[in-house]
T-cell receptor, first 114, second 115 residues
Framework: AQSVAQPEDQVNVAEGNPLTVKCTYS??????LFWYVQYPNRGLQFLLK??????LVKGSYGFEAEFNKSQTSFHLKKPSALVSDSALYFC????????????FGKGNQVVVIP | GAGVSQSPSNKVTEKGKDVELRCDPI?????LYWYRQSLGQGLEFLIY????????KSGLPSDRFSAERTGGSVSTLTIQRTQQEDSAVYLC?????????????FGAGSRLTVL
């Protein structure tokens, strides 16, 4: 079954510094990969996805993620973090065929320090 | 509707009582998902429905949990004989279908507290 690992519980970064949130996955066959964000007291919102094509995917709010098949990773990045980026970030994976269950990681709390 | 609507937003119940949580997906979305979010546990898959196909119930944690989707639209998640470990936020999401590339749109969730 597909699964996601987000190894860090919390990521602290100073405002203006680069932000990276790590994600590795396990899935049979080719993956479809997603990042969602949950702001305080709000529902999960879609950020970006990788389906096929260019390994570097650009999404909402200046975020991007790079698919690395050999390392089975899909790290989320932002060149310059804002205080408003403080939120809970979830990586998710599903198979490109068959069972379409979307498996989420446990999430990473990002704290951007002014 | 404009988004995924869930009710109640908050539910406090006593151990042993039954609860029902409702989800109204986006109109036209044929796929509907239930997840559970517990502190430190991430999002735990519970069940998904796709059109008239048999639902994937493989994530339901016990036979106290059940879900149905009537008329291909509204879904109800029922938890019988609630236990304290059932306390969590229950999230519903919908998508156009279960095609792998489709994005899920989530509701705000139903926070369940079992005393």
């Amino acid at each position: 079954a597909q699964s996601v690992a987000q190894p860090e519980d919390q990521v602290n970064v100073a405002e203006g510094n680069p932000l990276t949130v790590k994600c590795t996955y396990s899935v049979s066959g080719n993956p479809y990969l997603f990042w969602y964000v949950q702001y305080p007291n709000r529902g999960l919102q879609f950020l970006l996805k990788y389906i096929t094509g260019d390994n570097l995917v650009k999404g909402s709010y200046g975020f991007e993620a790079e698919f690395n098949k050999s390392q089975t990773s899909f790290h989320l990045k932002k060149p310059s973090a804002l205080v408003s980026d403080s939120a809970l970030y979830f990586c998710a994976v599903r198979r490109s065929y068959g069972n379409n269950r979307l498996a989420f990681g446990k999430g990473n709390q990002v704290v951007v320090i002014p | 509707g404009a988004g995924v609507s869930q009710s109640p937003s908050n539910k406090v119940t006593e151990k042993g009582k039954d609860v029902e949580l409702r989800c109204d997906p986006i109109s036209g979305h044929t796929a509907l998902y239930w997840y559970r979010q517990s502190l430190g546990q991430g999002l735990e898959f519970l069940i998904y429905f796709q059109g008239n196909s048999a639902p994937d119930k493989s994530g339901l944690p016990s036979d106290r949990f059940s879900a149905e989707r009537t008329g291909g639209s509204v879904s109800t998640l029922t938890i019988q004989r609630t236990q304290q470990e059932d306390s969590a936020v229950y999230l519903c999401a919908s998508s156009l279908d279960v095609s792998g590339a489709n994005v899920l749109t989530f509701g705000a969730g139903s926070r369940l507290t079992v005393l």
